[in-house]
């Protein structure tokens, strides 16, 4: 099985930076992408990143273009989720996720998911 683990949550301001890190272990050989999803008190879930581990290609959501960015390490087990100018409007729990389409942007499209880990951004 895949197991998902997420790092890298916390308190910053407005305007400020955080960078998630998610690890995968376990058979991750038929996980074709990785992504972030969030979610926010009383919301669904959000699609905010994806990348395929075969070619780096990438996918955000509009709310976030341009200000994060989604990428891979270490054999690409590991997907980092760079947050530039923060907003309190990403305050949301971040959840990393692996799956076997290309580049899934609904939940149901994952079939793994780590914990969560929180993001608080401040005003």
């Known amino acids: 099985q895949v197991h998902m683990v997420e790092s890298g949550g916390g308190l910053v301001q407005a305007g400020g930076s955080l960078r998630l890190s998610c690890e995968a272990s376990?058979?991750?050989?038929?996980?074709?992408?990785m992504g972030w999803f969030r979610q926010a008190p009383g919301k669904e879930r959000e699609f905010v990143a994806a990348?395929?581990?075969?070619?780096?290609?990438?996918s955000y959501a509009a709310s976030v273009k341009g200000r994060f960015t989604i990428s891979t390490h270490n054999a690409k087990n590991i997907v980092y989720l760079q947050m530039n100018s923060l907003k309190p409007e990403d305050t949301a729990v971040y959840y990393c996720a692996a799956g076997s389409r290309v580049l899934p942007v609904y939940a149901y499209e994952y079939a793994y998911w780590g914990q969560g880990t929180q993001v608080t951004v401040s005003s």
């Open positions: 376990g058979g991750t050989f038929s996980m074709y992408a």
């Open positions: 990348i395929t581990r075969s070619s780096s290609s990438t």
